[in-house]
């Protein structure tokens, strides 16, 4: 199971407390706060004490705050590589693939690791190394096993890690590769496969800010917190979770204020899970929503702004002299409200060179108050076309 020491909890519970009696930090002072605690994997320790901070800044600023607990299975890497010789190559283990060790001789499968490319090479007792493309991942697997090797090495066909999923269980170890760990990986070259899982429930919790009071909102500013492994998460999303913080404080002590709720979502990096538990399980309130605005990577000048989602509600927006567009959105948490019937926009600065990698540690504080600025010049133009509560 995937849980947090009852300690480590009551620890940054009071250190939540503490914190609430506080002024509100700048946004500045957040960043580099909660930089500090490392990747804020869903379900982690650095997870929770960014939220216990960030629920402290939202109390700092007035308003209530109310958790929103949810589980879910989730299969994770915990550190997989390939030892050739004394060289240690990293990869990252197939979801679906069993835990293990083993050694033997590496065999390089031609052609796409059909049943009559396995054929063509004797891989009983040893790693089969083979070419992604062309038939699935649990296709290569199935082969292999059915030909007698005793661990699968996938190569990447295009430049980067290999992430994949095999979509059902298999009995060997299965390892996706670079190209360039890939090319390391010579015929009949000694090897050890150590492919190292862990598969439990994650133990995720969104978290919601709003005035006193208010149980139907009219809008929704929201962003995800969790990173990915290995990921300080910077841009993706502490940049836009910093957002959702800036507006509310902008929002504290106007109309605005008491017409929304401000959300930071768990488990988005694991299948947007934080916002679907939300909107699941908030139906009335949901329904009631006449914007939800969602800010994913906004800290990095890869691109201008874009505003970008349902068209009526990008009309909504062109007609306030702002630029918007009625396009697909992409992948994130305004997924679930848009399917859910909500009328939704996401606010993006484009592909970051360091998304999803140990350098994302860089984001731009005048850049999140810029897409402050847009974010409440939008939420008033949706807000004025409907009555308040």
């Known amino acids: 199971m995937f849980t947090t020491h009852?300690?480590?909890?009551?620890?940054?519970?009071?250190?939540?407390?503490?914190?609430?009696?506080?002024?509100?930090?700048?946004?500045?002072?957040?960043?580099?706060?909660?930089?500090?605690?490392?990747?804020?994997?869903?379900?982690?320790?650095?997870?929770?004490?960014?939220?216990?901070?960030?629920?402290?800044?939202?109390?700092?600023?007035?308003?209530?705050?109310?958790?929103?607990?949810?589980?879910?299975?989730?299969?994770?890497?915990l550190g997989s590589d390939v030892q050739v010789g004394t060289q240690t190559l990293t990869g990252r283990a197939m979801q679906d693939s069993v835990g293990g060790s083993v050694s033997g001789a590496v065999v390089r499968v031609p052609g796409i690791g059909s049943p009559e490319d396995f054929a063509k090479v004797d891989v009983k007792g040893k790693v089969a190394v083979v070419q992604r493309g062309q038939i699935p991942f649990v296709q290569k697997a199935q082969n292999a096993i059915a030909a007698g090797a005793t661990g699968v090495i996938i190569v990447n066909n295009t430049q980067g890690e290999l992430r994949g999923t095999l979509g059902s269980r298999t009995a060997l170890p299965v390892l996706g590769v670079t190209p360039a760990t890939g090319e390391a990986l010579k015929d009949g070259a000694s090897i050890t496969l150590n492919v190292r899982v862990r598969e439990g429930d994650v133990q995720a919790v969104n978290l919601i800010a709003y005035k006193s009071g208010v149980t139907a909102p009219q809008i929704l500013f929201g962003a995800h917190m969790d990173s990915v492994a290995g990921a300080p998460g910077a841009n993706d999303n502490l940049s836009g979770s910093l957002t959702v913080l800036e507006i509310a404080r902008r929002a504290a002590t106007t109309p605005l204020g008491t017409r929304s709720y401000f959300m930071l979502f768990d488990g988005e990096e694991d299948g947007l899970l934080g916002s679907r538990a939300f909107v699941k399980d908030n139906t009335a309130l949901v329904g009631g929503l006449k914007a939800m605005l969602n800010f994913d990577m906004v800290g990095v000048n890869a691109a201008p702004l874009t505003v970008s989602g349902t068209a009526s509600l990008a009309e909504t927006v062109r007609r306030a002299g702002l630029s918007a567009r009625d396009s697909d959105m992409g992948r994130s948490d305004?997924?679930?409200?848009?399917?859910?019937?909500?009328?939704?926009?996401?606010?993006?600065?484009?592909?970051?060179?360091?998304?999803?990698?140990?350098?994302?540690?860089?984001?731009?504080?005048?850049?999140?108050?810029?897409?402050?600025?847009?974010?409440?010049k939008v939420a008033d133009a949706v807000l004025s076309a409907v009555p308040a509560n």
């Open 334 to 376: 305004h997924v679930p409200f848009q399917q859910a019937g909500v009328p939704a926009l996401m606010f993006y600065r484009g592909e970051d060179a360091n998304y999803h990698q140990p350098g994302d540690t860089v984001y731009d504080p005048a850049l999140l108050r810029d897409t402050a600025d847009v974010a409440v």
């Open 6 to 77: 009852r300690a480590a909890l009551l620890a940054l519970a009071a250190m939540g407390a503490a914190l609430t009696t506080t002024a509100r930090a700048t946004l500045e002072d957040d960043a580099r706060t909660i930089l500090t605690y490392g990747p804020r994997v869903a379900g982690s320790p650095a997870n929770e004490q960014a939220r216990t901070y960030l629920e402290a800044q939202f109390r700092a600023l007035g308003y209530e705050t109310r958790r929103q607990p949810f589980s879910y299975p989730r299969f994770d890497d």
